[in-house]
């Protein structure tokens, strides 16, 4: 266990060029999961790539906004990884304007649909994603969909609701009003 | 015709759910795949920032159906991992035996779905009979035959009584037969080999590649399990086997769920057996703290894994999950390269899709 912990520092701190500290927890079962802060968004590609050298899996990225966050003036994004039943989150801070990060695509193909689904619900551009489109939300929705008052059943698509109902008159013409 | 690109969607392929697909065909094969999802996109990450932890629970069992269990339950898990909550011994075991019944159900389903897509008519409504043994135990002990509401903050809000637990034990005696039967119809049927092996292969670099998880990844080659990996609940103490296949197939795929679902009848049967005494929920709840954590475990699909950040208060900052279909749906691409376009369904279902779990 200790070789383990040490050996995903040592690596991670070797690809970074910067001393990672990660903390440790285990619950009641004995599961262990993993927590490290990286400086700057740059890193995350090579901390990336320590994680891919471990053999570990991409399992989850999770953008999020939260008011304490907002008063520094910066969002969060973690990256979670699975090694072998561990998970390891690497967790960076971005700006709150402008925030870019690059694409992990190249290192795991399963970043792809995390990245897509991120760039329609928060404000951050991802670098070097190989096909940037929307991948839930509808084109004529604004992006940065959480961070902004939406009407529900916009949001939704209008699935189920009274909004689906005027698209489908605009549609077959019998709302002249909507059409023009 | 090289470059031809239909769309299907939910009818075409037998869904239950809204799913398209954009499919580049060069005469009747398949040369190229774009997924196109959203269509039940609820908003439904957002919806639970604004919901207390208590709300959520309700929330995230309406998530989907098949696998309702699996959320309200990891979920809760995360709120007790940042409390520091120890759910009771018997709590653990409860919880263990409702998605284990819920699992039994999923596999079922989709095998049978599996059976109408070729055509077999009468397999079809054979193995539907033999989920609505699951399907009648769900409603005798939870009162509903979908979503159980057996999970709560600190452990379970059901319980087994003697009765209940002795109606269960019979439930699995009358179920292992006809799951013996139905395995041994896949493994052997003629007719169901010649449509299902070979067809849709996912090969075992690919999968690792894909990172699919659940029946997807262990019919591909890959040995892991949540409940093994990184064990839960009960699941540290119960004695099971991973079902790993290697032919990566449609047919590899339907044989982990039947034989998980032999698993899982064994896995109930060692619940009730070791079902210790005790309190089903903590009696006293501390503050939820600020801070961050995940819960994973193995939902009828594979793994499924929550993120949650809390502030303090009794609403989360962020709750994030991903389901196990999310990786599933893009090695799509891999399983229906070069096959024909008849066979689009037949492939599609092999992995079990959870549309309203994807889309969220």
Same mark, same amino acid.
């Given at each position: 266990?200790?070789?383990?912990?040490?050996?995903?520092?040592?690596?991670?701190?070797?690809?970074?060029?910067a001393?990672?500290?990660?903390?440790w /927890?285990?619950?009641?079962?004995?599961?262990?999961?993993?927590?490290? /802060?990286?400086?700057?968004?740059?890193?995350?590609?090579?901390?990336?790539?320590a994680?891919a050298?471990?053999?570990?899996?991409?399992?989850?990225?999770?953008?999020?906004?939260?008011d304490s966050a907002?008063?520094?003036?910066?969002?969060?994004i973690?990256?979670?990884? *699975?090694l *072998?039943?561990?998970?390891?989150?690497?967790?960076?801070?971005?700006p709150? #304007?402008?925030?870019r990060?690059?694409?992990?695509?190249?290192?795991?193909?399963?970043a *792809?649909w995390?990245?897509?689904e991120?760039?329609?619900?928060?404000d951050i551009?991802v670098?070097?994603?190989?096909?940037?489109?929307r991948?839930?939300? *509808?084109r004529?929705i604004?992006?940065?969909?959480? #961070?902004?008052?939406?009407?529900?059943?916009?949001?939704?698509?209008?699935?189920?609701?009274?909004?689906?109902?005027?698209?489908?008159?605009?549609?077959?013409?019998?709302n002249?009003?909507?059409?023009? | 015709m090289?470059?031809?690109?239909?769309?299907?969607?939910?009818q075409?392929?037998?869904?239950?759910?809204?799913?398209?697909?954009?499919?580049?065909?060069?005469?009747?094969?398949?040369v $190229?795949?774009?997924?196109?999802?959203?269509? =039940?996109?609820?908003?439904?990450?957002?919806? =639970?920032?604004?919901?207390?932890?208590?709300?959520?629970?309700?929330?995230?069992?309406r &998530?989907c159906?098949?696998?309702?269990?699996?959320?309200p339950?990891t979920?809760?898990?995360?709120?007790?991992e940042?409390?520091?909550?120890?759910?009771?011994a018997?709590?653990?075991?409860?919880?263990?035996?409702?998605d284990?019944?819920?699992?039994?159900?999923?596999?079922?389903?989709?095998c049978?779905?599996?059976?109408?897509?070729?055509?077999?008519?009468t397999l079809?409504?054979?193995?539907?009979?033999?989920?609505?043994?699951?399907?009648?135990?769900?409603?005798s002990?939870?009162?509903?035959?979908m979503?159980?509401?057996?999970?709560?903050?600190?452990?379970v809000?059901?319980?087994?009584?003697?009765?209940?637990?002795?109606y &269960?034990?019979?439930?699995?005696?009358?179920?292992k $037969?006809?799951?013996?039967?139905?395995?041994?119809?896949?493994?052997t049927?003629?007719?169901?080999?010649?449509?299902?092996?070979?067809?849709?292969? &996912?090969?075992?670099?690919?999968?690792?590649?894909?990172a699919?998880?659940?029946?997807?990844?262990?019919?591909? $080659?890959?040995?892991?399990?949540v409940?093994?990996?990184?064990?839960? %609940?009960?699941?540290?103490?119960?004695?099971?086997?991973?079902?790993?296949?290697?032919?990566?197939?449609?047919?590899?795929?339907?044989?982990v769920?039947?034989?998980?679902?032999?698993?899982? =009848?064994?896995?109930?049967?060692?619940?009730l057996?070791?079902?210790?005494?005790?309190?089903?929920?903590?009696?006293?709840?501390?503050?939820?703290?600020?801070?961050?954590?995940?819960?994973?475990?193995?939902?009828?699909?594979?793994?499924l894994?929550?993120?949650?950040?809390?502030?303090?208060?009794?609403?989360?900052?962020?709750?994030? %999950?991903?389901?196990?279909?999310?990786?599933? %749906?893009?090695?799509?691409?891999?399983?229906?390269? $070069?096959q024909?376009?008849?066979?689009?369904?037949?492939?599609?279902?092999?992995?079990?899709?959870?549309?309203?779990?994807?889309?969220?």
């Amino acid at each position: 266990m200790i070789d383990f912990k040490e050996k995903v520092s040592e690596t991670l701190s070797l690809r970074t060029g910067a001393e990672v500290t990660i903390e440790w /927890r285990i619950n009641i079962k004995g599961v262990m999961t993993g927590w490290c /802060r990286l400086r700057e968004a740059a890193l995350i590609l090579p901390a990336a790539e320590a994680v891919a050298g471990l053999e570990g899996r991409l399992s989850m990225i999770t953008a999020y906004l939260s008011d304490s966050a907002k008063q520094k003036g910066v969002r969060e994004i973690a990256f979670h990884f *699975d090694l *072998d039943g561990t998970t390891l989150t690497l967790g960076i801070e971005l700006p709150l #304007e402008g925030a870019r990060i690059p694409s992990l695509t190249p290192l795991f193909r399963n970043a *792809d649909w995390h990245e897509r689904e991120f760039m329609e619900l928060y404000d951050i551009q991802v670098i070097g994603h190989p096909a940037p489109r929307r991948l839930f939300l *509808d084109r004529s929705i604004d992006p940065a969909a959480f #961070e902004r008052l939406i009407p529900y059943s916009t949001f939704s698509n209008g699935a189920n609701s009274k909004a689906l109902w005027e698209k489908v008159m605009a549609r077959s013409g019998n709302n002249r009003k909507e059409l023009q | 015709m090289s470059g031809t690109v239909i769309t299907l969607g939910p009818q075409q392929l037998a869904l239950e759910e809204p799913m398209y697909f954009s499919v580049e065909v060069d005469g009747e094969i398949v040369v $190229g795949l774009d997924v196109l999802a959203g269509h =039940v996109h609820r908003g439904m990450e957002h919806l =639970v920032m604004k919901r207390n932890f208590y709300q959520n629970i309700t929330l995230l069992e309406r &998530l989907c159906s098949l696998c309702s269990n699996s959320h309200p339950s990891t979920f809760c898990t995360a709120v007790e991992e940042l409390a520091g909550i120890r759910i009771p011994a018997r709590a653990e075991y409860l919880r263990a035996i409702a998605d284990e019944i819920k699992r039994i159900s999923s596999h079922l389903f989709n095998c049978a779905i599996i059976a109408h897509i070729i055509g077999q008519g009468t397999l079809f409504k054979r193995v539907m009979e033999v989920r609505e043994i699951m399907q009648d135990t769900k409603e005798s002990i939870y009162g509903n035959r979908m979503d159980l509401a057996a999970n709560c903050i600190g452990g379970v809000r059901y319980d087994l009584t003697p009765e209940s637990a002795v109606y &269960l034990g019979k439930q699995m005696e009358r179920i292992k $037969g006809p799951l013996e039967e139905l395995y041994r119809i896949y493994a052997t049927d003629h007719a169901i080999r010649t449509r299902t092996e070979g067809l849709g292969v &996912l090969p075992n670099r690919d999968a690792i590649n894909y990172a699919v998880v659940g029946p997807v990844a262990r019919a591909s $080659g890959i040995d892991y399990d949540v409940r093994r990996k990184s064990p839960y %609940w009960a699941y540290d103490r119960l004695r099971f086997q991973v079902a790993v296949e290697q032919a990566g197939d449609v047919r590899a795929r339907a044989m982990v769920r039947l034989r998980e679902a032999r698993e899982a =009848v064994s896995l109930i049967e060692q619940c009730l057996v070791d079902l210790p005494p005790g309190p089903l929920c903590s009696d006293t709840l501390p503050e939820i703290p600020a801070g961050e954590t995940i819960a994973k475990s193995e939902a009828p699909r594979g793994e499924l894994i929550y993120y949650l950040n809390t502030d303090g208060t009794d609403m989360p900052v962020r709750l994030k %999950w991903r389901v196990p279909s999310y990786m599933n %749906w893009d090695a799509l691409q891999v399983m229906l390269k $070069g096959q024909r376009v008849a066979d689009i369904p037949l492939i599609v279902n092999s992995i079990d899709p959870c549309i309203s779990c994807t889309d969220r």
